[in-house]
Structures are given as C-alpha cells and as structure tokens.
C-alpha cells in the first residue's frame, strides 16, 4: 500500500516538474528571442538613422554645388560644380531610399518584439 501511494506521489511530482521545467524553458526562449528582435530594432534604426543623416548632407551639398554654379561666370567651374550637384543628387536619393529600407527593417522586428 506504501509502495503504491509513494510511486502515485513520485509520478505527480515528476509530472509537475516537467511541466515547470517545460515552461521554464519556453520563458528562456521567448526572452532570448525578444532580446534578439529588440536588438535587430536598435541596429536598424541606427542605420536608417544614419542615412537620414547622409541623406541631409548630401540634399545640403547638391544646393552648394548649384549656388556656386549659378554665381560664378567660368563655364568649366559652372561645370564641374553642376556635374557635382547631380552626384549629389543621385547620393541623396538613395540614401533616402536605404533609409526607407532601414526603417521598413526597424518595423518589421519591433513587430516581431511584441509576438
């Protein structure tokens, strides 16, 4: 009778261990893999925010280039600095694209953070 109820007992308590150890394990993985998402957030964003900034410098640069274009009176100065102002253009769009490119990535693991 002993033995019976010890073996009852035994099997309830492995039961109720494994079930804890189960969802110990599934917090382990859900905190890892949100630390992992929150970190992919941070890493994007940082980017995209440093394309921003490319992206300014360069808009800043291609309105230099075509003031300086504009004022001066030397034909291949005027060139030159308008073939530099379209270089800059074409550098600011697509850092703006990439920082597009960089947020839409900033999202989509912010989103993955929450699941």
Known sequence: MKTRLFAAGLLAAALVL???????????????NGAKQTGGTLEHGAR???????????DTAHGIH????????????????????????????????????????AEKAASRVVD
Not at 48 to 58: P, R
């Open 48 to 58: 995209s925010v440093g394309e921003g900034t490319a992206k300014v410098y360069h």
């Open 18 to 32: 494994g079930t804890g150890l189960q969802g110990t394990a599934d917090t382990k993985k859900k905190i890892a």
């Open 66 to 105: 075509k003031l300086i274009a504009k004022n001066t009176r030397n034909k291949e100065k005027r060139r030159s600095h308008l073939r530099r102002a379209a270089q800059n253009y074409k550098y600011a769009h697509r850092q703006g694209e990439k920082a597009e490119v960089e947020m839409d990535r």
